[in-house]
């Protein structure tokens, strides 16, 4: 019986102890995001539910790393489909004021593109292509390409 409470309250001290742990965490990953989207707004996650696409950037510290293709490291981002498991990474990324030029690749380094990412006054993106490739994603077993420019908004 004692051995019975003690373990009882061993656990109801460590589940306590885990509770707060993560109260904490979560209360620093809201304030650091809400800092990050002040400081640095080429460090984000764009969608553009339309095309059912993404972008994951950051711009700054080139901190990104595509799902499954670890081995490439640390990059500055890549586009994303939810109907397409390629990727089109961006290799290259240059900031002047709310512009960033992009250097994109696909995944198998066979199409290149430059483009640039806009942020607009109203607080989305736009995606121009500027030169190069055309990005395509597989739709229903298909090629689709994704517009010359496209608006994304921040998830």
Excluded at 22 to 35: A, R
Excluded at 64 to 81: D, R, S, V
Excluded at 87 to 108: C, F, M, Q, R, V
């Amino acid at each position: 019986m004692k051995k019975a409470k003690i373990i009882s309250i061993i656990t109801l001290i460590s589940l306590s102890l885990t509770i707060k742990a993560q109260t904490v965490d979560n209360k620093q990953n809201t304030q650091s995001s809400t800092l990050n989207t002040e400081v640095n707004p080429f460090k984000a996650h764009l969608v553009n539910d339309e095309f059912q696409v993404w972008l994951d950037i950051d711009f700054i510290k080139n901190s990104i790393k595509i799902p499954g293709q670890e081995i490439l490291g640390n990059l500055p981002g890549y586009f994303g489909a939810k109907r397409d498991t390629r990727k089109w990474i961006i290799s290259e990324a240059t900031i002047k004021g709310n512009t960033a030029k992009l250097i994109i690749i696909n995944d198998y380094g066979s199409e290149d593109l430059t483009a640039e990412l806009r942020i607009n006054k109203n607080g989305t993106y736009s995606l121009k292509q500027l030169s190069g490739s055309t990005i395509k994603i597989v739709v229903n077993n298909k090629w689709l390409k994704i517009p010359k420019e496209i608006v994304f908004i921040r998830k």
